[in-house]
């Protein structure tokens, strides 16, 4: 019988989190989440409570953590800009004292650690589409660089381990991903477009509509996570994660009214402060390493998310 891996997933009551703790028991392992509530749920992970491979801790990463473990997936953080700008002092300590109490517990416990860092990294990027070598364009006293930096901060502290240390680290830059369990309330583009689109409200475009996005659906994002966790040690990333295909957001807020079959209009808000202005993943290498590529064409995947806001919100 195959040993069970004890795997510490943090951030792991969220949006993504609570899809890759599925994921991982699913295939077997003992998961332990990790999660202080900020944005995540005991609500997400519901279902997993009664498993006997489960374990749910209310825990902040700004603090140590004494815990054994084999593997690490290191997601707390808030995830999107209103509730990242909400704090922004406790979103940078999440990022860099979270990486820093990670790094330093899988050192201690000689676990493999995988960090969900963003294409935020890039900024507004001048280069497009980004590749992994691209080094990005952020405004480093703007609202978005708690998270920018925060998250730039946290790869430098996990290549710095991983030289000064060894320690075997796997540092994905994940795209704007979305799917069941977004929160209803962050702001985000899809969530926003589909609960104003129910609720026959209007739709709200922020600036001209012509900026561009990348979407991936979450459980092709979850399978990248697996796989690069299983890679070999030598190869550390940082891999882009995400879904080339890319829309401007009136295209999207007109295919939510499309398939959620909607009356509401589309009304143009003014565009947020440093709002990158396209953003798409050049995957080759993800492609190579992980012979990964996302399988869930936008439409199918909308419809997912909006059969999900629908059963929970509107029935
Ligand atoms: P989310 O807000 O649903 O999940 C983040 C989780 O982290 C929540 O459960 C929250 O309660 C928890 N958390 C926040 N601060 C914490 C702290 N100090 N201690 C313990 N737990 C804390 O967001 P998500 O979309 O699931 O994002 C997960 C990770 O993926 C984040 O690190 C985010 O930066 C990254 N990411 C997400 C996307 C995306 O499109 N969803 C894109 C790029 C990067
Ligand atoms: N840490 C933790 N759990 C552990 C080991 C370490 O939370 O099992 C935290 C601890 O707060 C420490 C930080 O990780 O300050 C960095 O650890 P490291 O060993 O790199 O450095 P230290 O500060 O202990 O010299
Ligand atoms: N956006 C929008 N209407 C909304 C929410 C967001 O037009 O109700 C735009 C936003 O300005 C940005 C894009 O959609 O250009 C994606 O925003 P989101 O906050 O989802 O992600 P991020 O900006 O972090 O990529």
Same mark, same amino acid.
């Given at each position: 019988?195959?040993?069970?891996?004890r795997?510490?997933?943090t951030?792991?009551?969220?949006?993504?989190g609570s899809?890759l703790?599925e994921?991982?028991?699913?295939?077997?392992?003992?998961?332990?989440?990790?999660d202080?509530f900020?944005?995540g749920?005991?609500?997400?992970?519901?279902?997993l409570?009664?498993?006997?491979h489960?374990?749910?801790?209310?825990h902040?990463?700004?603090?140590p953590l004494?815990v054994?473990?084999?593997?690490?997936?290191?997601?707390?953080?808030?995830a999107?800009?209103?509730?990242?700008?909400?704090?922004?002092?406790?979103?940078?300590?999440?990022s860099?004292?979270?990486?820093?109490?990670?790094?330093g =517990?899988?050192?201690?416990?000689g676990?493999?650690? *995988?960090q969900? $860092? @963003? /294409?935020?990294?890039?900024g507004? !990027?001048?280069?497009?589409?980004?590749?992994?070598?691209y080094?990005?364009?952020?405004?480093?006293?703007?609202?978005?660089?708690?998270?920018?930096?925060g998250?730039r901060c946290?790869?430098?502290?996990?290549f710095?381990y991983?030289?000064?240390?060894a320690?075997?680290?796997?540092?994905?830059?994940?795209?704007?991903t979305y799917g069941?369990?977004m929160?209803?309330?962050d702001?985000?583009v899809?969530s926003?477009f589909?609960?104003?689109?129910?609720?026959?409200?209007?739709i709200?475009?922020?600036?001209?509509?012509?900026?561009t996005?990348?979407?991936?659906?979450?459980?092709?994002?979850?399978?990248?996570?697996?796989?690069?966790m299983d890679?070999?040690a030598?190869?550390t990333g940082?891999?882009?994660?995400?879904?080339?295909?890319?829309?401007?957001? =009136?295209?999207?807020?007109?295919t939510v009214?499309? *398939?959620?079959? $909607? @009356? /509401?209009?589309?009304?143009?808000? !003014?565009?947020p402060q440093?709002?990158p202005?396209?953003?798409?993943?050049?995957?080759?290498?993800?492609?190579?390493l992980?012979?990964w590529?996302?399988?869930v064409?936008?439409?199918?995947?909308l419809?997912?998310t909006i059969?999900?806001?629908r059963?929970?919100?509107?029935?």
């Open positions: 019988m195959k040993n069970r891996k795997v510490l997933v951030g792991g009551a969220g949006f993504l899809h703790c994921r991982l028991l699913a295939a077997g392992n003992d998961v332990l989440c990790v202080n900020f944005t749920s005991r609500d997400n992970v519901l279902r409570l009664s498993d006997p489960f374990e749910l801790m209310r902040d990463v700004t603090f004494y054994e473990v084999d593997e690490i997936y290191n997601l707390a953080c808030p999107s800009p209103i509730h990242y700008q909400h704090d922004p002092v406790q979103t940078t300590k999440t860099v004292h979270g990486a820093i109490n990670m790094l =517990l899988a050192k201690r416990v676990a493999r650690i *995988l969900a $860092s @963003t /294409s935020e990294v890039y507004d !990027p001048a280069v497009h589409p980004q590749p992994e070598d080094w990005g364009n952020v405004n480093p006293v703007g609202p978005r660089a708690c998270y920018d930096e998250k946290a790869e430098t502290l996990f710095d991983h030289r000064q240390h320690l075997s680290i796997k540092v994905i830059r994940i795209f704007n069941p369990r929160h209803p309330n702001g985000r899809v926003n589909i609960i104003q689109a129910m609720k026959g409200e209007p709200t475009v922020y600036g001209d509509g012509q900026q996005r990348s979407f991936c659906y979450v459980d092709d994002l979850i399978e990248g996570f697996l796989r690069f890679t070999p030598a190869i940082p891999l882009n994660l995400g879904n080339p295909g890319e829309f401007t957001m =009136l295209e999207l807020a007109e009214i499309r *398939l959620t079959g $909607s @009356t /509401s209009r589309i009304e143009h808000h !003014p565009l440093d709002d202005k396209q953003r798409r993943p050049d995957i080759t290498k993800a492609r190579a992980l012979d590529e996302p399988t064409p936008l439409e199918e995947g419809d997912r059969a999900y806001f059963n929970r919100f509107f029935t």
